[in-house]
């Protein structure tokens, strides 16, 4: 069955960066691109940007580009997404999720990763 | 940048129907897809293309989507139906997916 397993919780230090994995099982690793997105407490849904896994194309949402890289391993189906200068606002819940195309519905979603920043 | 505007909680008794709506300008000429999340949970897609279902979800969820506002519908609530649920569209002026705020839906 179609799994995406992310990475544990991380807390880091403002300036500092954080890079978060989705191992991606149970189905074909190059048929469905992958979103990211994040939650901050209390607050509604915020996308981060789309990495296509048949050559590793992204398109970022405009506040976060220049912060954010997103990029895949094919041999090991994981996807990567590194945030970087990060500050206190930050800190959320970032989830992976999957879809078909870049424009259509998101199917299966990872259990999510907290990232904490704190000094 | 495109908003949609969501109620922060509807409740309902069980057995009854609930409506959560989704606003937005013109939202009736795009395509609203709907997620269930539970306390500590993944969110779960229950609603896509306005009105579909996926596979596994039951037929007490259902979606419409007209003028300026998309709404999901579940009838027949109970208990296991408590949860956020938050609507999305694909923002095709700025390419960008937008979310609703999420609506606290209490049974």
């Known amino acids: 069955q179609v799994q995406i397993l992310q990475s544990g919780a991380e807390v880091k230090k403002p300036g500092a960066s954080v890079k978060v994995s989705c191992k991606a099982s149970?189905?074909?690793?190059?048929?469905?691109?992958m979103h990211w997105v994040r939650q901050a407490p209390g607050q509604g849904l915020e996308w981060l940007g789309i990495?296509?896994?048949?050559?590793?194309?992204?398109s970022y949402a405009q506040r976060f580009q220049g912060r954010v890289h997103m990029t895949r391993n094919t041999s090991t189906t994981t996807f990567y997404m590194e945030l970087s200068s990060l500050r206190s606002d930050d800190t959320a819940v970032y989830y992976c999720?999957?879809?078909?195309?870049?424009?259509?519905?998101?199917?299966?979603w990872g259990q999510g990763t907290l990232v904490t920043v704190s000094s | 940048s495109y908003v949609l505007t969501q109620p922060p909680s509807v409740s309902v008794a069980p057995g009854k129907t609930a409506r959560i709506p989704c606003g937005g300008s013109n939202v009736g000429g795009m395509s609203v897809h709907w997620y269930q999340q539970k306390p500590g949970q993944a969110p779960v897609l229950v609603i896509y293309y306005d009105s579909d279902r996926p596979s596994g979800i039951p037929e007490r969820f259902s979606g419409s989507n007209s003028g300026n506002t998309a709404t999901l519908t579940i009838s027949r609530v109970d208990a296991g139906d408590e949860a956020d649920y938050f609507c999305?569209?694909?923002?095709?002026?700025?390419?960008?997916?937008?979310f609703g705020g999420g609506t606290k839906l209490t049974v």
């Open positions: 990495i296509n896994p048949n050559g590793g194309g992204t």
């Open positions: 999305q569209v694909w923002d095709n002026s700025n390419d960008h997916w937008v």
């Open positions: 999720a999957k879809s078909p195309n870049s424009m259509v519905e998101w199917d299966y």
């Open positions: 149970g189905y074909t690793f190059t048929d469905y691109y």
